[in-house]
């Protein structure tokens, strides 16, 4: 399979004023297409500093960065930002959906955003609803939906641009374990479409969904390993 994400020797240096501190220190990392990966490791490890600079949100201070065989550390803001909404889908773990927006409205943000026509927009919206199981919750608001639910919606958010690359960071952190295990489902089930899936999780448990376990301890890869008896989540509980 061809490398999607492809990361080498990269370091991570946050300037505070006077103060520096390595958070990265010098990770090489391959990701091919089509795989599920899961990034483990302690509070403080350095696990969503790499998700940022994988998606894009930040650059490292030194190292390579190649997306989709393109070198994305020498691309201007514009591009980034261009590479980024065309190759990456973000879900959090506080979901970050606006309140006063409909199911349906959350969804269509990337678009309009990405200047995609209304009607055009509403189609590829509800298309995207039905694939995460939320035909019907289009004009709920958030607060009236599980946390379950509300996780699929930030899903279908992410899924609206078509990216290749989905990140989540720790997306079942919010979740209670049967509601973790629907939304592993549902990812589960868009990797065997195709897309990359990268995960960042603490909980061995989701780890298991996944094929892959990249381990980093103090912003170094500690172990790097597949998951040969990867568990397949029965969802279906939208
Ligand atoms: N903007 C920043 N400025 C300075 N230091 C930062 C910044 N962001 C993160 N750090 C530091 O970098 C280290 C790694 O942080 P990071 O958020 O990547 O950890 P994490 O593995 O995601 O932890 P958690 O499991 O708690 O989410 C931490 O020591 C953190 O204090
Ligand atoms: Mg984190």
Redesign the pocket.
């Known amino acids: 399979m061809k490398p999607v994400v492809s990361l080498e020797g990269i370091r991570k240096v ?1 300037r ?1 004023g006077e103060i520096e ?1 390595e ?1 990265l220190k010098g990770i090489t990392l391959e990701i091919s297409e089509g795989e599920m990966v899961a990034l483990m ?11 940022q600079i994988i998606g894009l949100l930040d650059r490292p201070t030194t190292g390579r960065y190649m997306l989709a065989g393109e070198d994305v550390t020498t691309l201007s803001e514009n591009e980034r930002a261009e590479a980024r909404n065309r190759e990456i889908g973000f879900v959090f773990q506080a979901f970050h959906l606006l309140p006063r927006l409909s199911v349906l409205e959350n969804v269509e943000v990337p678009l309009t955003y990405a200047g995609v026509p209304a009607a055009l927009r509403r189609e590829r919206a509800l298309e995207v609803l039905e694939k995460v199981g939320l035909a019907g919750k289009e004009h709920h608001l958030p607060s009236q939906l599980s946390g379950g639910q509300k996780q699929r919606v930030a899903v279908a958010r992410a899924l609206t641009m078509r990216p290749a690359i989905l990140l989540a ?2 997306p079942t952190g919010n979740l209670d374990s049967k509601t973790a295990v629907d939304v592993m489902s549902l990812f589960q089930e868009l990797n065997d479409e195709g897309t990359t899936v990268i995960i ?1 999780t ?1 909980e061995a448990d989701i780890a298991e969904y996944t094929g892959r376990i990249v381990r ?1 301890r103090d ?1 170094m890869l500690e172990s790097d390993q597949p998951n040969r008896h990867r568990k397949r989540a029965v969802g279906g509980v939208a």
């Not at 509070?43 to 790499?50: D, F, I, M, Q, Y």
């Open positions: 946050y505070m501190f958070a490791g302690p509070s403080g490890s350095g696990k969503t500093t790499l998700m960071d720790e960042v603490h980093i912003g």
